[in-house]
Antibody, heavy 114, light 109 residues
Framework: VRLQQWGAQLLKSSETLSLTCAVF????????WSWIRQPPGKGLEWIGE???????TYNPSLVSRVTMSLDSSKNQFFLNLESVTAADTAIYYC?????????WGQGTLVTVSS | QTVVTQEPSLTVSPGGTVTLTCASS?????????PNWFQQKPGQAPRPLIY???HKHSWTPARFSGSLLGDKAALTLSGVQPEDEAEYYC?????????FGGGTKVTVL
């Protein structure tokens, strides 16, 4: 089982960050699927999670800008973060959470330039 | 805003034992917070170690154990190895949202 993620790695302020996480060896119909980020040299921040058939839950500090979705036909899930600023520069990870988080993607460094 | 607090740094000798804790600004941490623990080494994605307070993943070395210690979640490393030098993060559940602790840098000296 693995997660492979991709998306634009260089953005300008005010643009929308869009990332995709593809699931191999498991089905997105089961488990919670999470997005987590880590600014360079700093700690981890939970962005939100989604499970098939339910509304996503988001970090309250990001809820006004974040949208997560899931496509079971492609076995993928997605992150959109609107109106990015330099403070959104980070490594973004996708992850699986059946009970605890047990699988992480490789991470995508997204840099926002002003 | 909920804050999860960990020791910023701890030092342990090889073969020794060290306990990391994870405290919540909302009060005592219980099993209902489903504490998770992760190990992260430079340039790598975090590696899951513990979930739901005490449960180990199939790859978690036996020297790592999770518990509740007083009003905090705890991760104990027994018989520390040089390769255990890393950053360790806890993660707590708050009824729909999760919050990471700030991380503990463990140095093996």
């Amino acid at each position: 089982v693995r997660l492979q993620q991709w998306g634009a790695q260089l953005l300008k302020s005010s643009e929308t960050l869009s990332l995709t996480c593809a699931v191999f060896g498991d089905s997105v119909r089961f488990s919670y699927w999470s997005w987590i980020r880590q600014p360079p040299g700093k700690g981890l921040e939970w962005i939100g999670e989604i499970i098939d058939g339910k509304s996503p839950t988001y970090n309250p500090s990001l809820v006004s800008r974040v949208t997560m979705s899931l496509d079971s036909s492609k076995n993928q899930f997605f992150l959109n973060l609107e109106s990015v600023t330099a403070a959104d520069t980070a490594i973004y990870y996708c992850a699986r959470r059946p009970t605890g988080i047990d699988l992480w993607g490789q991470g995508t460094l997204v840099t926002v330039s002003s | 805003q909920t804050v999860v607090t960990q020791e910023p740094s701890l030092t342990v000798s090889p073969g020794g034992t060290v306990t990391l804790t994870c405290a919540s600004s909302t009060g005592a941490v219980t099993g209902d917070y489903y504490p998770n623990w992760f190990q992260q080494k430079p340039g790598q994605a975090p590696r899951p170690l513990i979930y739901s307070t005490t449960h180990k993943h199939s790859w978690t070395p036996a020297r790592f154990s999770g518990s509740l210690l007083g009003d905090k979640a705890a991760l104990t490393l027994s018989g520390v190895q040089p390769e255990d030098e890393a950053e360790y993060y806890c993660l707590l559940y708050y009824g729909g949202a999760w919050v990471f602790g700030g991380g503990t840098k463990v140095t093996v000296l």
